[in-house]
């Protein structure tokens, strides 16, 4: 089993949708959860941090279930310039290591 | 602000040289780390390093070499570079390890090195 698991798509949805991306990890000792986001052939950004009491940022919403080992990402009203790759990440126990899915693949069309 | 810099951004070799990318950071932040980025895998860690003279082996160390002599810089070397070893190679750094709420593990990507293995 991976460490970290998410669904690849390729998800494609309409300008203005609502779209869902899950995640679970393995680790139950993991305390520090994020999200990141990647365009073609360039790096990995920091998208936001995911805390037990659920997180917002603008029209993204993280929640983390620690019971279920599971991490999702809910993106309102989606715009062109959201394709990208969303990358789910789950540190390693305190090693400073981090542990990346392979990522989650978005395609938001007009 | 200069951040996290790798260079060079694209390098083409042959088989059996050896390659050496570079990795700097202004930060001075205490961990730093290679990845390479292959279609199908993901982001696997090659190698990484908690502060300067400490480097430690990731999840594909083979045929690669760190050193950390100086905390800004992290540079990796393929000692006789292979075909498989063509991919886009990522530097990362961090402050540290998470404590509470405080996430000092957040890992901040450098641009990138394009490297084929012709």
């Known amino acids: 089993r991976k460490e970290v698991e998410q669904d690849p798509g390729p998800f494609n949805v309409p300008e203005g949708a609502t779209v869902a991306f899950n995640c679970t990890y393995s680790?139950?000792?993991?305390?520090?959860f994020f999200w990141y986001r990647q365009d073609c052939r360039k790096e990995p950004k920091l998208l936001m941090s995911?805390?037990?009491s659920g997180n917002e940022d603008g029209r993204f919403t993280a929640q983390l279930n620690r019971a279920s080992q599971y991490i999702s990402l809910l993106i309102r009203d989606s715009k062109l310039s959201d394709s990208a790759t969303y990358l789910c990440v789950v540190d390693s126990s305190n090693t400073g290591k981090l542990i990346f899915g392979q990522g989650t693949t978005l395609q938001v069309k007009p | 602000d200069a951040g996290i810099t790798q260079s060079p951004r694209y390098k083409i070799t042959e088989t059996g040289r050896q390659v050496t990318l570079m990795c700097h950071q202004t930060w001075s932040h205490s961990y730093m780390f290679w990845y390479r980025q292959d279609l199908g895998h993901g982001l696997r860690l090659i190698y990484y390093?908690?502060?300067?003279?400490?480097?430690d082996k990731g999840e594909v160390p083979d045929g690669y070499v760190v050193s950390r002599s100086k905390t800004e810089n992290f540079p990796l070397t393929l000692e006789s570079a292979t075909r498989s070893q063509t991919s886009v190679y990522f530097c990362?750094?961090?402050?540290?390890?998470?404590?509470?709420?405080?996430?000092?593990?957040?890992?901040?990507f450098g641009a990138g090195t394009r490297l084929s293995v012709l």
């Open positions: 390093s908690a502060a300067a003279d400490i480097t």
């Open positions: 995911v805390y037990s």
């Open positions: 680790n139950s000792a993991s305390q520090s």
């Open positions: 990362a750094s961090s402050e540290g390890v998470h404590r509470d709420r405080d996430s000092k593990n957040i890992q901040y």
